[in-house]
């Protein structure tokens, strides 16, 4: 600031006008002519002066004050880093504010760097639920969060796609269900969440390696209908929920569950997708943080041969890729790209093209890890769910091709491949049969969302056959009800009721968690 009042004032203020000067004895002889009135205005003066000295001019002299500060220029404040930013809110992770007014999130997200250049990094991969053998198609897809003000192609909450009342009841039991079993530390235990029960312990557990990955899964529902660390009815369960990611996530690569098994991957892949989507509709700058070094690991984790499974590209290449675990690192890169996160463009364009050399043009079909093949199972479970009963990778594919498409400017080109793929899903619709082996929720969550995207026939009809099957299955007494039983499904033994009410939760939620991102549809 400059250091004197005057260097502010203008020049015509600073200099009077140039007069001619009187002697001492004319201004004495004008004094004296007007001697009567002059004694006057003494007087008056004086009294004037006795009145003001009484006077409190604390007042005044703050006015003053804040006058002369206007006049002064003062140098621009350095703002904080956004790493002096995520320090102080870390410091502060227990004491959210609930802000009088939900954050606005603007329609435009920042741009990230697709450019950066990332140093490849031979770390192991995870899978989603640790099975008796080989869990290889769980894979269960993600997607934002959900908010009913959120607006762009995610999360415009409305009936207007035809949800019923019915549908929107099955989800708020749901989501009563997986707060009721919410761990005090903020996860779902996979394994233990009977724990939490408060009548009649429910059965379902599932493996103890995937709390991470239920927990990824009960966060996105919650997302998914609205809520925030923020805002929200479920704010203190979301609040938990993530607290929890953050504080076991690796310091050192960013992984969010622990590298034990063999299928690992999948839960740092949904507990990703879950942390990105909860950054990315509360704009906490920690979550960033946080979010960012998981995204970091997926790209750390992409095979030499173009998409991801289960290891780090040091075995045979024919052994390092399949459909189920790249979609879902496909929709951890497009959530990365919609909320403004880091990530490597290639790794999508290159895990898109995988997967096109797994679809048979000329059935539609996605193979798992062979052109045009099925879906996996379990050794043994095939008898009980047979393979020919679910389209379960053509639908992963499906929803790949619709995003990493959109955001690679590819929609047009994936057309021929989603329209024959819908023509599949709708031979094969939701069906809750126990004896022909027709459940699968993983199935149902990806068909829901694929089909809700192509639109017009083939969402009415696959959406007619899904409320149909979920809504009505859904376990309506005692401390169970809200949840789905997991043992019709060939995956519930490996998530247990948390992953069957969380993902269903989900597959319910498609009327207001995407909007339809194929142009015209």
């Not at 989603?128 to 993600?142: L, R």
Request: charged residues 25%; hydrophobic residues 35%.
């Amino acid at each position: 600031m400059t250091g004197c009042l005057t260097d502010q004032l203008p020049t015509n203020l600073l200099h009077t006008v140039p007069r001619e000067a009187n002697t001492f004895a004319d201004e004495l002889r004008e004094q004296l002519k007007a001697a009567p009135w002059f004694l006057i205005s003494v007087a008056l003066h004086a009294m004037i002066a006795i009145v003001l000295s009484n006077v409190e001019w604390q007042t005044f002299e703050t006015d003053s004050t804040m006058i002369l500060e206007a006049s002064y220029e003062f140098n621009e404040i350095e703002p904080l880093t956004e790493e002096e930013v995520m320090e102080a809110a870390e410091k502060n992770f227990d004491e959210v504010a609930d802000p009088a007014e939900e954050p606005v999130v603007s329609e435009t997200f920042v741009e990230m760097a697709e450019d950066e250049t990332f140093e490849e990094d031979e770390l192991p991969i995870d899978a989603p639920f640790e099975g008796k053998s080989v869990n290889d198609v769980i894979g269960i897809g993600g997607g934002g969060g959900g908010n009913a003000n959120f607006g762009g192609k995610y999360h415009r909450r409305t009936d207007a796609h035809g949800g019923r009342k019915a549908t929107q009841k099955a989800v708020e039991w749901g989501l009563d269900w997986l707060k009721r079993h919410q761990d005090p530390y903020g996860y779902w235990d996979c394994d233990n969440f009977d724990l939490q029960c408060t009548e009649s312990r429910c059965s379902g557990r599932g493996r103890a390696l995937n709390d991470a990955g239920v927990t990824g899964l009960a966060l996105l529902a919650f997302l998914g209908a609205g809520n925030t660390v923020h805002s929200g009815p479920y704010r203190e369960v979301v609040k938990k929920g993530v607290r929890y990611l953050c504080d076991v996530q690796d310091p050192d690569d960013g992984c969010l569950t622990s590298k034990e098994g063999t299928h690992w991957m999948y839960n740092h892949g949904i507990a990703t997708l879950a942390l990105a989507e909860a950054y990315g509709l509360s704009r906490w700058p920690i979550l960033k943080k946080h979010a960012q070094r998981a995204l970091d690991f997926v790209h750390q984790s992409r095979n030499p041969g173009r998409a991801w499974r289960y290891n780090n590209g040091e075995i045979d290449p024919a052994e390092q890729n399949d459909v189920s675990v790249t979609g879902w690192m496909i929709m951890c890169l497009a959530s990365a790209k919609d909320f403004g996160l880091r990530f490597d463009s290639n790794d999508m364009a290159e895990a898109l093209d995988y997967i096109d050399d797994m679809t048979d043009s000329a059935t539609g079909r996605t193979g798992y890890r062979q052109r045009g093949s099925y879906s996996s199972r379990e050794a043994g479970d095939d008898e009980i769910w047979p393979f020919d009963q679910t389209e379960a990778m053509t639908a992963v594919a499906m929803l790949c091709r619709i995003f990493a498409g959109q955001l690679l400017g590819e929609t047009a080109s994936q057309l021929p491949d989603l329209e024959a793929g819908a023509a599949l899903l709708r031979k094969k619709l939701p069906e809750w049969n126990e004896e022909r082996g027709t459940i699968d929720f993983y199935y149902w969550y990806y068909g829901s969302f694929a089909m809700f995207q192509m639109a017009g026939r083939d969402w009415q009809i696959w959406k007619n056959a899904m409320e149909k099957a979920l809504v009505e299955h859904q376990e309506r007494d005692g401390c169970a009800r809200g949840s789905w039983n997991p043992r019709f499904d060939p995956w519930g033994d490996d998530g247990g009721r948390v992953y069957a009410t969380a993902l269903n939760t989900l597959c319910l939620e498609v009327f207001y968690r995407y909007d339809h991102v194929l142009g015209a549809r």
